[in-house]
C-alpha cells in the first residue's frame, strides 16, 4: 500500500463506475496481439532494506570509488556537502513553477541570482533561468537565431559533441531547416576555409563548441568575424563551464549555449542536468525559457516576478519563442550555490588545477603514444592516439578502478585508435600515472607483436 496506492477494492469501484466488468474488458479494445497476457518479467518485490544494497551495488558498477578519466560533456568535479543540504529543504525541493511572485519570492530571487552570475561568468547581458541541458540548449539557441535573422538553415562545427549535434538535427528536422557540418583541421580547431565555403546567404548561425570536442579552444574572434562578414549570427557552447574559470570568455558570441553540470550537479544516467542559454540584451524577447526580472511593490519594496514568458503556456502556440515549458529550477540552484561557494577567486583556482593536472597528464601520455592536437590550447580535456584499441586499455584499466577515456573510433572514424581523456580536479598524480604505465605497456607489447610479425615475415620469405 505504501507505493501502490489504489487498493484491490478501490480498482473494482472504479471498473463499476465505468462499467467494466474487468481489467480485461477495460482492455478489450487493444488488439490481442498487442496484449501481454503474462507476469512482467520483474525481480520478485524487494524490502527497503535490500533496494538500497541493489543501488549501492549498481553504483560500484558505474564507477563509484573509481580513478574517472572520462569527460566528453559530463565532468565529475568535486560537490560541496552544503549543496544536497540546501537543496533538500522542503521550500526547494517541492516547490514548483513560482507563478505566484507573492509565495515564491525566495525562489525567484535564487533565479534572479542565477541569472546574474551566469551574465558575469559569460560576459553576456542576459540568461535565462536555465533549460534542461547542454544540447537542448544548443538547439534552443539555433531556433533563437533562426527567429532573430529571418534565416532558415545552420552550419555546425563537426567538432562539437556529436550528441548536442543529434538534438540541434532533430529540432532542425521537424522545422524544415537544412543543417550543414564543416570539419575540423589538424589543430583540433574549426576549418576557417571550410567555414567560409559552407555560409551561404540563408545561413542563420555558425554554431561551435569550445572548449570543443575533441579538447581544444576554438578561436572564436576569427569565427565571430566569419559568421558576422556573411550576416550569419554566432552560437557558442560550452560544455565545461568549469573552463570559465581561466579560459576567456566568448564575449564576441551572439548566443551562448551552455551546460553548467560541472557546477555542482553530480553526473548521473543522462541528467538532469541544467542547460543555460545567454546572450545580449536586444535579443531578449526572442530568449527560450523562463526568465526572472527584479522589480518594485506598490510599497516600492524590491521584489522578483517572472517576465516576458513567451512560452506556449502563455501564449498562441506559433507566436512562442520555446515549447520548453518548464527550468531545471532545483538544478539551477545547485549551480547558484556552487557558484557561490566558490566565487571568482575559488573558481580560477578550480581551473587552474584542472588545467595543470590535463597538462602533467598530455605530457605523460605523449611520452608513450600519439597525443593527437597537441599543439591546440585545451583546458581540460585531450586525445590520445593508441597501437591497441581504446576498448581493450580500457578493459585492463577497469582491473585497476580506473575508468579510462571516451573511444572515439565510432564518432571520429578517422581518428582510428583514439580515446578523449579529461582531467579535473578529483584526478590524483597516482591515477595518472598508472593509466599511462599501462598505456605504455600496451604500445611496447603491440610493438613487440609487430616486430616479430616481421621477423616471422622475414624467415618465411628466406625460406
Not at 572520462?70 to 513553477?97: K, M, Q
Not at 559533441?161 to 532542425?172: G, W
Not at 543555460?276 to 522578483?304: C, H, M, S, W, Y
Request: charged share 20%; glycine share 8%.
Amino acid at each position: 500500500m505504501r507505493y501502490l496506492p489504489k487498493s484491490p477494492g478501490d480498482r473494482e469501484a472504479m471498473l463499476k463506475t465505468i462499467g467494466a466488468r474487468s481489467i480485461d474488458d477495460l482492455f478489450a479494445s487493444i488488439p490481442a496481439e498487442y496484449r501481454l497476457n503474462r507476469d512482467l518479467n520483474v525481480p520478485r518485490q524487494m524490502a527497503e532494506s535490500e533496494i538500497v544494497d541493489w543501488f549501492r551495488q549498481r553504483s560500484n558498477e558505474s564507477g563509484d570509488g573509481h580513478a574517472i578519466f572520462l569527460g566528453a560533456g559530463v565532468y565529475y568535479h568535486y560537490r560541496p556537502v552544503i549543496i544536497d543540504s540546501l537543496i533538500s529543504r522542503g521550500e526547494f525541493l517541492t516547490a514548483y513553477t513560482p507563478y505566484q511572485p507573492e509565495i515564491s519570492q525566495g525562489t525567484l530571487q535564487s533565479i534572479f541570482e542565477f541569472q546574474t552570475m551566469i551574465c558575469e561568468l559569460t560576459g553576456m547581458e542576459v540568461a535565462n533561468a536555465s533549460m534542461y541541458d547542454g544540447s537542448t540548449a544548443a538547439a534552443e539557441a539555433v531556433m533563437m537565431a533562426v527567429r532573430l535573422t529571418g534565416r532558415r538553415s545552420v552550419v555546425i562545427a563537426r567538432s562539437v559533441h556529436p550528441e548536442y549535434r543529434e538534438v540541434v538535427a532533430t529540432y532542425a528536422w521537424h522545422q524544415g531547416m537544412p543543417v550543414s557540418t564543416t570539419g575540423f583541421t589538424d589543430s583540433g580547431g574549426l576549418d576557417p576555409k571550410e567555414l567560409e565555403r559552407s555560409i551561404t546567404q540563408d545561413t542563420a548561425c555558425v554554431l561551435v563548441q569550445s572548449p570543443n570536442f575533441l579538447g581544444a579552444i576554438e578561436d572564436v574572434a576569427a569565427v565571430a568575424d566569419i559568421a558576422h562578414k556573411h550576416g550569419a549570427m554566432l552560437v557558442v557552447s560550452i560544455a565545461e563551464a568549469v573552463s570559465l574559470g581561466i579560459v576567456e570568455p566568448p564575449r564576441q558570441a551572439d548566443i551562448i549555449a551552455m551546460e553548467a553540470q560541472s557546477f555542482g550537479v553530480p553526473p548521473g544516467f543522462g541528467g538532469p542536468y541544467c542547460g543555460v542559454i545567454a546572450t545580449r540584451e536586444q535579443f531578449v524577447r526572442q530568449l527560450p525559457g523562463r526568465l526572472v526580472g527584479q522589480t518594485t511593490d506598490k510599497n516600492g519594496k524590491r521584489g522578483f516576478v517572472l517576465t516576458l514568458a513567451t512560452r506556449e503556456q502563455h501564449i498562441r502556440r506559433e507566436k512562442a519563442t520555446s515549447n520548453i515549458c518548464t527550468n531545471q529550477a532545483l538544478i539551477a540552484l545547485m549551480v547558484n550555490i556552487f557558484m557561490t561557494i566558490y566565487g571568482k577567486a575559488g573558481l580560477r583556482e578550480l581551473a587552474k588545477q584542472n588545467l595543470a593536472k590535463t597538462a602533467y597528464a598530455a605530457e605523460q601520455f605523449g611520452i608513450h603514444a600519439t597525443v593527437l592536437f597537441a599543439n591546440a590550447p585545451r583546458f581540460n580535456e585531450f586525445v590520445v592516439q593508441t597501437s591497441e584499441d581504446p576498448y581493450a586499455i580500457n578493459s585492463r584499466l577497469l582491473g585497476h578502478k580506473i575508468l579510462g577515456g571516451l573511444p572515439l573510433k565510432k564518432l571520429y572514424p578517422e581518428l582510428g585508435n583514439a580515446a578523449l581523456w579529461c582531467c579535473t580536479e578529483m584526478t590524483t598524480r597516482t591515477a595518472i600515472d598508472t593509466a599511462v604505465g599501462l598505456v605504455a605497456e600496451s604500445e611496447r607489447s603491440t610493438r613487440a607483436m609487430k616486430e616479430a610479425d616481421v621477423r616471422s615475415d622475414i624467415e618465411e620469405v628466406a625460406r
